[in-house]
């Protein structure tokens, strides 16, 4: 079998969750396609007697987020665009932000408005945790389907 990579990390020292061993590795399409020996593509890095690792996740970030402080509104120093792409320069590959919705907002409502506040500016994978200020019956009957679309965390 013969795949195409747009990339090649040659003779590095690669780090997985169960292993580190010295192999080349190679991307196609912006994933890891293949590890192995003698791999060629478009582009090479030769990355002799350095680490290859994963990626990190940050679990809590807070961007472009809106707060009300002793000094009164504010909106957090990193945006979509400057946080994840300064998360990127460090390692990290994906965060999970959260969703705050506003009084009598549904969680649908302020979920499909963090998305599209994220969409087309992240520079790495996102995810939410959804934040429930109230236990009434109407917002706990939201979660099934913020389930099924992604919000997998709830902070309360």
């Not at 090479?44 to 509104?73: C, F, K, Q, R």
């Not at 990127?88 to 969680?107: M, R």
């Not at 959804?130 to 992604?150: F, K, N, V, W, Y």
Request: net charge negative.
């Amino acid at each position: 079998m013969t795949i195409d990579l747009d990339l090649v990390i040659r003779h590095s020292t690669i780090v997985t969750a169960s292993d580190t061993f010295a192999a080349d590795l190679g991307i196609s399409a912006g994933r890891i396609a293949v590890l192995g020996q003698d791999l060629r593509g478009r582009e090479t890095i030769d990355a002799e007697g350095m680490y290859v690792l994963p990626g990190a996740v940050d679990p809590h970030v807070h961007l472009e987020m809106s707060l009300l402080t002793v000094a009164g509104p504010t909106v957090t120093s990193d945006n979509w665009a400057t946080g994840t792409r300064a998360a990127a320069c460090g390692g990290t590959t994906t965060v999970i932000d959260f969703v705050e919705p506003e009084l009598g907002q549904s969680l649908a409502e302020a979920l499909a408005a963090r998305r599209a506040q994220a969409e087309g500016r992240a520079a790495i994978d996102f995810g939410l945790h959804m934040t429930l200020s109230r236990a009434d019956d109407a917002t706990l009957a939201e979660i099934p389907a913020l389930c099924r679309s992604g919000v997998t965390s709830f902070k309360t």
